[in-house]
């Protein structure tokens, strides 16, 4: 059976330091008919449920703990018995959203996830929040990257817990080394290339935050 990511968009709301925005989140399954992983949990678990389908889900992997990211992880986690995975430096946002109920385990950087005979690689890449993770496929030729890296440059860093300076040099380090022609699969908007963003670095650090 052939491996594929599946995608769909899920609308809700993005809250932090008191503020909420509307936000459309991408959902990702990467697997194949029989098995699959769940990249994050935004705002609808009957749409990530009908996206997964009658598979089974190995893990619920969290790129980092905005509420946006992981509102139904919780519940999508008892729905299909999977664990959710969280890097430890998200625990306190993960606490602000999921009070007293942790995550089922740890994402660690160098990390390996097998699923229908590919291998996800655990990259942390800290800046947008302190746990921030980017999944790398190389047999799919993709990277997932969360709100660390989207088409025309890095995430947000003006809130808490978040920092310029660390998520360029995540980008720098961890994401464009990447061979060119990686497809970047991101948390909100459209995807994009490592080859289509790395030009760009010297104009966002020019522009900072």
Known sequence: MAVRID?????????????????????????????????????????????????????ILATHAHDDHVRVAPELAEATGARVLLHPADRVLWDMVHPGVPPGGELRDGQSIEVAGVTLEVRHTPGHSPGACSLYVPGLGAVFTGDTLFQGGPGATGRSFSDFGTIVESIRQRLLSLPPETVVHTGHGPSTTIGAEAPHLDEWLARGH
Request: hydrophobic fraction near 45%; include cysteine.
């Open 7 to 59: 995608h769909a968009v899920t609308s809700g709301t993005f809250s932090l330091d008191g503020q909420t925005f509307e936000v459309d989140n991408n959902l990702w399954v990467v697997g194949d008919d029989a098995e699959c992983v769940v990249i994050d949990a935004p705002h609808d678990v009957g749409a990530i449920l009908a996206a997964v389908g009658d598979r089974r889900v190995l893990a």
